[in-house]
């Protein structure tokens, strides 16, 4: 069975500090990465991921794909209040376009 | 143009009664998933569905759940004879392309509780 891990499952960090996001993966026929943000609503598409080692950025968010390492990190640094949310890692995996959720890390930033 | 919309926003039903949960997906998007999250969980896969067929329903229960998507309409999630178990917030998601080279959008979620 496919599985998405991520860690920490929660994070509280003050304004300004920078935090690192882990995703890990076992799956049988991975084809790409996403990772969403989630707050009190629909998790909104950050970044998609298919080829190891490039960096994808937005903002002052970043993630990279580590194929070898079957690993994704999602980087914020300058934090903010608003960047309090749960931070979902999902896989596509297989023909069927379906999504393999881990179970999100909860970030907290505090003033 | 509008993101994936959902509704209701939110659904109150007793037990036995039956929950219908609609998804407009974005416009020009012709692929639809519905997900489920419990509290405390990740979303799970339920269903996926192209206009008029459903294509992958590996996630959904084999009873009492049944998913939709006709040629003019919204997709529609079908619950019968709800349980207390079926508590949860039911995300639909839409994509332009099948294959997972296409990001999929998704909607503001149905919160269903079951008394």
């Known amino acids: 069975e496919d599985k998405v891990v991520q860690s920490p499952l929660s994070l509280v960090v003050h304004e300004g500090d920078t935090v690192t996001l882990n995703c890990s993966y076992e799956?049988?026929?991975?084809?790409?990465l996403l990772w969403y943000k989630q707050e009190k609503k629909a998790p909104t598409f950050l970044f998609m991921l298919?080829?190891?080692?490039i960096e994808k950025k937005s903002g002052r968010l970043s993630s990279i794909l580590d194929k070898k390492e079957l690993s994704s990190i999602l980087n914020i640094t300058a934090t903010q209040t608003g960047d309090s949310a749960i931070y979902l890692c999902a896989l596509y995996t297989g023909a069927n376009s379906k999504l393999t959720f881990g179970k999100g890390i909860t970030l907290s930033v505090r003033p | 143009n509008a993101g994936v919309m959902q509704n209701p926003r939110h659904l109150v039903r007793r037990r036995g009664q039956e929950a219908r949960l609609r998804c407009s997906p974005m416009k020009g998007h012709s692929h639809v998933y519905w997900y489920r999250q419990l509290p405390e969980e990740g979303l799970k896969f339920m269903v996926y569905l192209q206009k008029e067929n459903i294509i992958d329903e590996s996630g959904m229960p084999k009873e009492r759940f049944s998913a939709e998507f006709p040629k003019e309409g919204p997709s529609i999630l079908r619950i019968q004879q709800v349980v207390r178990g079926d508590s949860a917030a039911y995300f639909c998601?839409?994509?332009?392309?099948?294959?997972?080279?296409?990001?999929?959008?998704f909607g503001q979620g149905t919160r269903l509780t079951v008394v």
């Open positions: 799956v049988t026929n991975f084809r790409s």
């Open positions: 998601a839409s994509s332009q392309g099948q294959g997972a080279l296409t990001e999929a959008f």
């Open positions: 298919t080829s190891s080692g």
